[in-house]
C-alpha cells in the first residue's frame, strides 16, 4: 500500500493541521467565555449515546443524519451524534430537571454526520452554542439572538447579520384558508416560485405572494406584512416576531436584521421564531437558532437556543498575531524558558548542542533566539 492510500481519509474528514487546529481552539475557547458571561453553564454530553436516547424529543428529525454501531458491551445500537443542541435539551429535560428554570447551558464539541451537503461538505465538525431553556417569553428569543451577536462581535466578526423566519406563520395562514394543493404549495414556498404559489394557492395565494415579495429588510417586511388582512392566529404569530426583532434593534441598532417570513427547511423541530447568522466576509451560513419545545416526557418545556458552526465561522474571524516564538539553546534552564513563556513568548527549546543557534532557530521557525538574558531577533 502507498503511502498516499494510507493517509487517506473518507470523504468529508480532514486532518486539521498547525497553526488551524490551534486558531480553532482559540476560537473555541472565546466563544465558551463569551457564554459563561452571560449565565450559561458548560455541558459535555458523550460523543455516543443508546439510539433510542440520541433520536428522542427534537432529536427525532436527525434520524437519517446519525451513524450507528453495536455497542458490544450492551448489545444495544449506539449513535454518533449529529448535533449537540438535542443532547443538551436531553440534560435539560433530565438530570437538570429539577434545577431552577430559566436553565442557561452552553456547550462546545465535535459532531459527525452520514454526509455532508452542497454547502456544509465537512461531515465531522465543532459545534458551540446556548440554550435557554424554561422561558415562554420573546424575550429569551432576544437574549440568545443578542449573546450570539455580541459573541461574534468580540471574536471581531465585521458585518452580522441575522435573518428571521417564522416556521408558525405558513402553517397559521392555511389552516384557516385551506387551499386544496398543500403540498404543491409548500414545495412552491421553499422555491420562492410565485408563479406556482399563484396556481396553487386559492384564497391564500395573494397573501403568501406578499410574504415571499417581503422578504429581506426586517425594515421593509415589517412594513409590508402590517398591512395583510392575516388570520388572527396567524397575525398573532407575526406579532411575536415583530416584537423580538424591535427589541433586538433597540437592544443593537447596528445590528442587520432581514425577515424571511416563509422560510422552514432546517427548522423541522422549531415551533417558533428562528433565525439564522451570516457575515459580509463569509459565503455560509456561521449558525442558526430559534424556538423550540423539550419533549423528553416532560412536559414540552419552552426552550429557545443558537448553535454556531465553528469551521464556517473561522473563515471570518480575522487572525491577530501569533505569540512570537523564542528558541532557547539546549543549556538553557527551565526556569528561564518559564520565565519567558509568562511574557507570553512561545518558547521552543533545543534537544541537542548545535554549532549555530540562529541557523537552528531558523529550522524551527522561530523569529528569535535567547542569547545570554536576551531574545535576538534573527
Known amino acids: 500500500m502507498s503511502e498516499t492510500s494510507r493517509t487517506l481519509l473518507p470523504e468529508g474528514l480532514r486532518d486539521v493541521l498547525p497553526p488551524d487546529a490551534g486558531f480553532e481552539?482559540?476560537?473555541?475557547?472565546?466563544?465558551?467565555?463569551?457564554?459563561?458571561?452571560?449565565?450559561?453553564?458548560?455541558?459535555?454530553?458523550?460523543?455516543?449515546?443508546?439510539?433510542?436516547?440520541?433520536?428522542?424529543?427534537?432529536?427525532?428529525?436527525l434520524s437519517s443524519r446519525i451513524f450507528r454501531m453495536l455497542d458490544p458491551v450492551s448489545h444495544k445500537t449506539l449513535g454518533v451524534r449529529a448535533d449537540i443542541t438535542t443532547q443538551t435539551a436531553r440534560i435539560a429535560a433530565t438530570r437538570l430537571a429539577a434545577n431552577p428554570r430559566p436553565l442557561r447551558l452552553g456547550y462546545a464539541g465535535q459532531v459527525l454526520r452520514v454526509k455532508g451537503s452542497q454547502l456544509e461538505?465537512?461531515?465531522?465538525?465543532?459545534?458551540?452554542?446556548?440554550?435557554?431553556?424554561?422561558?415562554?417569553?420573546?424575550?429569551?428569543?432576544?437574549?440568545?439572538?443578542?449573546?450570539i451577536a455580541e459573541a461574534l462581535a468580540a471574536l471581531g466578526v465585521e458585518g452580522v447579520s441575522v435573518d428571521l423566519a417564522l416556521p408558525t406563520l405558513v402553517p397559521a395562514i392555511l389552516a384557516a384558508q385551506a387551499p386544496a394543493n398543500t403540498e404543491r404549495l409548500r414545495a412552491a414556498l421553499d422555491h420562492k416560485d410565485v408563479a406556482e404559489?399563484?396556481?396553487?394557492?386559492?384564497?391564500?395565494?395573494?397573501?403568501?405572494?406578499?410574504?415571499?415579495?417581503?422578504?429581506?429588510?426586517?425594515?421593509?417586511?415589517?412594513?409590508?406584512?402590517?398591512?395583510?388582512?392575516?388570520?388572527?392566529?396567524?397575525?398573532?404569530?407575526?406579532?411575536k416576531l415583530v416584537d423580538v426583532a424591535d427589541a433586538v434593534r433597540a437592544a443593537a441598532p447596528a445590528l442587520t436584521l432581514t425577515v424571511d417570513a416563509v422560510e422552514n427547511r432546517g427548522f423541522e423541530y422549531h415551533t417558533g421564531i428562528t433565525f439564522s447568522v451570516f457575515a459580509r466576509n463569509s459565503q455560509r451560513e456561521l449558525g442558526r437558532?430559534?424556538?423550540?419545545?423539550?419533549?423528553?416526557?416532560?412536559?414540552?418545556?419552552?426552550?429557545?437556543?443558537?448553535?454556531?458552526?465553528?469551521?464556517?465561522?473561522?473563515?471570518?474571524?480575522?487572525?491577530?498575531?501569533?505569540?512570537?516564538?523564542?528558541?532557547?539553546?539546549?543549556?538553557?534552564?527551565?526556569?528561564?524558558?518559564?520565565?519567558?513563556?509568562?511574557?507570553?513568548?512561545?518558547?521552543v527549546a533545543g534537544l541537542a548542542k548545535t554549532n549555530e543557534d540562529k541557523a537552528e532557530a531558523r529550522r524551527l521557525e522561530c523569529s528569535h533566539v535567547l542569547l545570554g538574558n536576551e531574545a535576538k531577533e534573527i
Not at 29 to 58: C, H, I, M, T
Open 197 to 239: 404559489i399563484k396556481a396553487a394557492g386559492g384564497v391564500a395565494a395573494a397573501t403568501l405572494t406578499t410574504l415571499v415579495e417581503a422578504s429581506g429588510s426586517y425594515a421593509e417586511a415589517a412594513a409590508r406584512i402590517s398591512k395583510l388582512m392575516l388570520p388572527p392566529a396567524a397575525k398573532a404569530e407575526w406579532q
Open 121 to 147: 461538505p465537512e461531515r465531522q465538525f465543532t459545534q458551540a452554542g446556548i440554550e435557554l431553556i424554561g422561558a415562554e417569553s420573546g424575550a429569551a428569543d432576544v437574549e440568545v439572538i443578542l449573546v
Open 289 to 347: 437558532g430559534g424556538r423550540y419545545r423539550l419533549t423528553h416526557g416532560h412536559g414540552g418545556e419552552a426552550a429557545t437556543g443558537a448553535t454556531l458552526l465553528v469551521d464556517a465561522l473561522l473563515s471570518a474571524v480575522p487572525r491577530g498575531q501569533s505569540a512570537k516564538r523564542l528558541f532557547a539553546p539546549v543549556a538553557t534552564e527551565r526556569a528561564a524558558i518559564l520565565a519567558w513563556q509568562e511574557k507570553g513568548w512561545c518558547v
Open 25 to 61: 481552539s482559540d476560537v473555541v475557547e472565546r466563544l465558551k467565555r463569551q457564554f459563561a458571561a452571560n449565565g450559561y453553564a458548560l455541558v459535555q454530553p458523550p460523543l455516543v449515546e443508546f439510539e433510542d436516547s440520541l433520536l428522542s424529543g427534537v432529536g427525532t428529525a
